[in-house]
């Protein structure tokens, strides 16, 4: 017979899951915050920015749909122009699904990615020397 922590260890080393009534809601703001903080650090995404897509209006950028579980999500972006648009699109669509994915455990339906924009450094725009700035 074994001893009280040898039984204790052994019943912790299983494989024990228990199914406990009740729901898990993930608020549509976490999912949000979530993709926001993807797509922030994903290199050559600029920014999100407001777009409409048919009858959609994609408000910041983004809008979440779900159903049955399982979320889609459309996003409106703005690329750097140094970058591959379909490979930064395509960085952005796997890394919002993993995010979700690994962080909630909600099924990923879609990631829709549509470009509206490319950021350019304005060209010749003034100068201002400190001498020039009112305090």
Do not use: C, K, Y
Not at 10 to 27: F, H, N, T
Not at 104 to 126: K, M, W, Y
């Amino acid at each position: 017979m074994g001893t009280l922590r040898e039984g204790i260890a052994s019943m912790l080393s299983e494989d024990i899951q228990e199914v406990i009534p009740g729901r898990i809601v993930v608020a549509p703001q976490v999912l949000r915050d979530i993709v926001r903080q993807t797509v922030a650090q994903i290199p050559g995404v600029a920014r999100l920015a407001e777009a409409r897509v048919g009858p959609w209006a994609l408000s910041e950028g983004l809008r979440l749909t779900m159903a049955d579980d399982r979320v889609r999500i459309d996003l409106a972006l703005v690329v750097r122009p140094e970058v591959h648009f379909r490979e930064v699109a395509r960085q952005v669509q796997e890394e919002v699904a993993r995010a979700i994915r690994d962080l909630t455990g909600l099924e990923v339906a879609a990631v829709n990615v549509l470009i509206v924009d490319v950021e350019v450094e304005e060209r010749g725009a003034p100068q201002t020397s400190g001498s020039d700035q009112r305090a």
